[in-house]
């Protein structure tokens, strides 16, 4: 029994011990330099809020291609900003892969518009 709770109590332990919080950066007093880093643009709120992180992840592929691999294909430019922001709304395949995109045809083409945006915007 006690040797139960020891195993119990090491596996706590060697769980928690590798949590990612950062506590130090955690509680930073916001200024106007720290702001800019935690400001986050229109085109990232509507794909969090949206059905997109179902198939995309920001670095990794999932069902899609990941937001940092579209940003490395299609240059920053008002063409693949209109290409992009049609293929979210109506969808498509072929381009990366034989599973389709399904469409947003409920989405404006304002905020297709900074959806793409905001993923052409990662490229480094």
Do not use: R
Not at 42 to 65: F, N, Y
Request: glycine share 8%; charged share 25%; net charge positive.
């Amino acid at each position: 029994m006690k040797l139960k709770y020891l195993l119990f109590g090491m596996a706590l332990v060697s769980l928690t011990s590798f949590s990612n919080d950062n506590l130090d950066t955690k509680y930073i007093k916001a200024t106007k330099k720290t702001a800019a880093i935690f400001q986050t643009s229109d085109g990232e709120k509507l794909i969090a809020k949206s059905d997109c992180v179902g198939c995309h992840k920001l670095d990794k592929k999932l069902i899609g291609p990941s937001y940092l691999d579209i940003a490395k294909k299609y240059p920053s430019n008002e063409k693949n900003i209109a290409y992009l922001s049609g293929k979210i709304i109506k969808g498509g395949s072929g381009v990366w892969g034989t599973i389709p995109m399904s469409a947003h045809a409920s989405l404006k083409k304002n905020d297709a518009n900074s959806m793409a945006k905001y993923i052409l915007s990662l490229k480094k």
